[in-house]
Each structure stands twice: as C-alpha cells, then as structure tokens.
C-alpha cells in the first residue's frame, strides 16, 4: 500500500498501466482494421462477382427409391342412409312425455337395443323394413308378426316359424325373453283380461262339478232302486212257492193211504201253487231288470257340453293374455346397426314425428374419378385420408356410373324436346366419363368420425407401386435418343459426359424407375439434368423442357405397357 501513500514505486506502476492500455488499444484497432476491410469491395471485385459463373452441368445423384403412382381425389364424407324416426302412440293412451334413455348424437343403436323410454316404458330398436302400425297381440295375424318372428330370429331368440302369420303363445315367450334381456318388464295384458280369464276359469269350475253330479245320478239310475234285503226276501219268496209246490207234487204222488192226509192234490189247489211260483220268480227277475236311465244320461251329456263350452272359454280368454307387443314399444329400422345423427327430443318433452335421425354406422367416402382414373381402382383397393396429419386407411368398397342410375328420354320423342325441359325426370345430357368412387374407413374413433362427418377430405389411392425400393433418377435426366429411347447424360470422376441408353418403369411424383441400362448405374452416380452458366440457358431449359415431356410420355407409356 506503498503507492497510496506516495511511495516510490508509484512512478513505476503507472509506467506499466499505460503501456498495457496502449496495446488493449492497438490490438482493437487492428480487429476493426480487418473487420472493415472485409466488408469494403473494390470495383474490380465488384466487377468480378457479377460476371456470370462458369458453364458447367447441373446434376443429381441416381437414387434408391420407391417409386409410386398415385391418385388424388377430392372426397365427401358422410353416414350413409339417413332415416328419421317416428313413434306409433295410438294406442298408448296417455301423453307419450320422454321419462330417460335419451340418445346422444354419434351413438350406435344395435338390434334389441333401448332407443328412448317413454313413460317408463322402453321403445325398442329392431331389425326390419315394415313400420309399426298396431299393437300385436293374439288373434293378431300379418306380415308385421312374420317380421317380428324374424327380428327376434335375428337376435337368437326363439319365435317359432318365422314363415307363421300368427299371434300365438311361442312370439308372447319371445317378446317376453327380448324384454328381459333389454332390462324391462314384460307388458302386462291389462285388468280387464286378467278379470275374464278369473271368470272363466271359474266357470269352467262349476261346469266341471255339474258333470260330476250329473254322473254320480246316471250311476244311482244304472243301480237301481232295489236293496240287499229285498234281494234276499225275493229270493226268500221264490224258495217258499217252489218248496210248496214239490211238496204237494210229492204227496199227490203217493198213493191214498200213504199220503198227508193234509195234501191238497185238487187241481185249483195245483194251479194255485204253480202260480205263486211263477209270480215269486217274476218278482225277483223284474228286481235285476235294466232301469230307465234316459233322463239322467241327458243331463251327464248336457253337463259334459257346458264344461267343453267352459274349457273353450277359459282357452280364448287365456289367449287374450297372451304378453303383447306394443306398438308404442318398437320401432324397426332396416339394416342395423345405426348411428344416431340428430335428436329432436329432450326428457320432459312428448315424442313427435322424426324424434330421431339415425344413419348408417359407416362412414362412408364418396368421389368423383374419371373413367381412366376409376379402371385403376377396382373394389378393395387401399388409400389414405389425411386427418389433422393423421393418414386413415380407405377402401374402395364400390365404382359406379351415375350416368346408369339416370332416368333416360322416353324413346320416340320429338328431337330437340329434353333441350327444351320437357317432362321431369327425363334427361338427354350428353353422356360423361365420370365415375362415382365409394370407400370406407379401416378404422376410426368415434372422436375421429365426429371430425369427419360432412367434411371434404383430400384421398391418395396408390394405384401401382415399385414395392421396393429401385433405382430412379427425375424425369428431367431423361431424353429422347435418335430411336425414339430414353437415356441419360452420366458425369463421370473425370467430369467427363457421356449418354446411356436406359429402359425405363414406372414414373410417378417427378421420378421414373431405371429398370434397365446399357452400362451399370449405381445409387450415387451423378446424371445431368440441366447446364448452368451460359448465355442460351433459356434455349436449354426448353429442349431439357421437351426431353422430360418425351421422356414423360415414354414412362408412362412404359407403365401402361407394364
């Protein structure tokens, strides 16, 4: 601290500090020197850099590549089969208000399914293409009960004989497993019903006990009035007569002497024993004789027709109980699975027409290609859509000619008449090579066909391919030879120039595919595709202009051949 105290090495240190910041000084000036002296151009230099630079070839490396052609469409993507749905509430009874199950758009609604629940009750999407327009029920009979059979046949239920116009017992058990599965309760036949099958029933209790009373008096009838004792006293009767009329026989047959001197051997006395055998024997048959039993077997044949009548009651009031179908409970839709575009009804609200628009579940891409473009792409073959950078797979489900679906002129009319807009329907346009392409996604997220639906989408369909990767050089390498064939302009190591005959495949996205080649070709080697540098540049760029076009249309002719 010698220097802060006006020591008397303070002279020397400031020596030293001016010397170090003449240096720091010089040494900027000369980074500054050199910095400017960079940027400062002289006129020669000038001069020198706008001179054109030296002529000499433009080139590009041969290349391993795929190369593929493809075709590009402009696509509209929607839910195929629109239909809007309607509720049959004839016969509901009540204000058909919304209580639940309400649909959200973009869900599915399968076959079976609960589409909506109004007033507790669930309405049922099924399979088929007739409308519900009545309640089903027994004694019911069409074509509505045979597609019933069938929808339930759809779902693995069974409904007897799908060909059966019939109402009976076996659709009831079907109706009543398809509300089970769908977590409801059956429909119930209503109280009145229910109070006539009672009715019947007791009915037929009565008939039944009337029958049996009836029988009980034939049988009594049949038996007869007569007892056991009497029986017995008959035949009493019968062994008495006949005892007396052996005994009188007997004695008269002795001789005077010998006789009971109390026999009675005069003919009356004779007579009169006869008879009273005769009329004991009659007494005792006339006891097992049949007894008249017309009136009692009438009233059993009387009884046993009222219980029959009985019996057919209770089976027609039964039948009437058979579970029912409600047409307020079902809708049909052809083709289901469906997918719900628009809802028209909220909780709280009555059911009206078009409470539901449901569509087809699949999204389906539709196009226009021309008759060319369309050859190219047969049903299966696979594209691309491009979502949010996001490529979808697409196949082509079906091409198809709008103009066969066109109503035609009536034939025999007068000429000039569809210029004129004659009747309606009718159409003279001039015929068009346009093709209707449609596609299906692969797969897609509910998410996905939400962002998609009614969106113009931009398709690639790769319609041929190299499927590996081959040598390919840009169309612009390509020229026309005196032969009419393409070759190509090489530079070699020595910067030397010189043509190679080529066979070219396929061209696609500005590349053709060296298939084959005069000399060998590798991926690497350098081909000329222009000349830069020289005053007739212009000239150049349009006979290279016309090389590619020639060469264009030699690969393309390559490819069609192939």
Excluded: K
């Amino acid at each position: 601290m010698r220097w802060l105290r006006g020591g008397d090495d303070a002279p020397a240190l400031r020596g030293r500090t001016a010397v170090v910041v003449l240096a720091v000084v010089a040494v900027v000036s000369l980074l500054l020197g050199l910095l400017l002296s960079r940027l400062v151009v002289s006129p020669a230099q000038a001069a020198a850099a706008q001179r054109p630079p030296a002529a000499g070839p433009v080139t590009v490396p041969v290349e391993e590549r795929v190369v593929a052609s493809t075709v590009v469409l402009r696509a509209d993507v929607a839910y195929e089969d629109p239909v809007s749905l309607s509720l049959e509430t004839g016969d509901l009874g009540r204000p058909a208000v919304v209580t639940g199950r309400v649909p959200e758009v973009g869900a599915q609604v399968e076959a079976g399914a609960v589409l909506l629940e109004v007033t507790g009750r669930p309405v049922l999407a099924l399979p088929g293409e007739l409308p519900t327009y009545r309640t089903l029920r027994a004694g019911v009979s069409g074509p509505d009960v045979q597609q019933l059979r069938a929808a339930l046949a759809a779902l693995g239920i069974s409904a007897g004989d799908p060909s059966d116009a019939d109402y009976d017992a076996t659709v009831a058990a079907g109706v009543r497993a398809l509300y089970d599965r769908a977590g409801y309760p059956a429909p119930e036949p209503g109280d009145e019903l229910t109070a006539a099958v009672e009715g019947a029933q007791d009915a037929l209790t009565a008939a039944e006990e009337g029958l049996a009373g009836a029988q009980r008096a034939l049988d009594a009838a049949r038996r007869g009035p007569a007892t056991d004792a009497e029986r017995v006293r008959l035949d009493g009767d019968v062994a008495v007569a006949q005892a007396a009329r052996d005994y009188a026989g007997t004695q008269c047959a002795l001789p005077l002497e010998t006789r009971d001197p109390a026999a009675d051997c005069t003919p009356p006395t004779l007579a009169r024993l006869d008879a009273d055998v005769a009329a004991a024997r009659a007494a005792r048959s006339a006891l097992e004789a049949a007894p008249d039993t017309r009136a009692e077997a009438a009233d059993v044949a009387a009884a046993r027709t009222a219980v029959e009548r009985a019996t057919a009651d209770l089976r027609e009031a039964q039948a009437a109980t058979l579970t029912p179908f409600p047409a307020s409970e079902a809708v049909f839709v052809a083709e289901l699975p469906r997918r719900v575009d628009a809802v028209g009804v909220a909780r709280g609200q009555t059911v009206g027409a078009g409470f539901v628009t449901v569509s087809g579940a699949t999204v389906t891409v539709t196009a226009g290609a021309s008759e060319e473009d369309a050859a190219l792409m047969p049903v299966g073959t696979r594209g691309t859509v491009d979502l949010d950078g996001e490529p979808l797979g697409v196949t082509v489900t079906a091409v198809e000619d709008p103009a066969a679906d066109a109503p035609q002129a009536a034939p025999g009319g007068a000429e000039g008449e569809g210029a004129t807009g004659g009747d309606a329907g009718t159409s003279d346009a001039a015929p068009t090579d346009e093709r209707r392409v449609v596609l299906t996604f692969d797969a897609v997220t509910p998410e996905q066909e939400l962002a998609l639906q009614g969106t113009n989408v931009r398709v690639v369909v790769p319609v041929s391919s190299t499927g590996s990767e081959v040598l390919a050089v840009p169309l612009a390498a390509l020229s026309a030879g005196p032969d009419g064939g393409s070759r190509v302009e090489v530079l070699g190591d020595d910067e030397a120039r010189h043509l190679v005959p080529v066979t070219t495949g396929l061209a696609a996205e500005g590349y053709v595919e060296i298939a084959a080649s005069d000399e060998p070709l590798a991926a690497g080697d350098l081909v000329v595709v222009g000349t830069a540098g020289t005053d007739d540049g212009q000239d150049d760029g349009q006979d290279d202009g016309q090389d590619e076009g020639d060469a264009s249309d030699d690969a393309t002719t390559e490819e069609a051949s192939s």
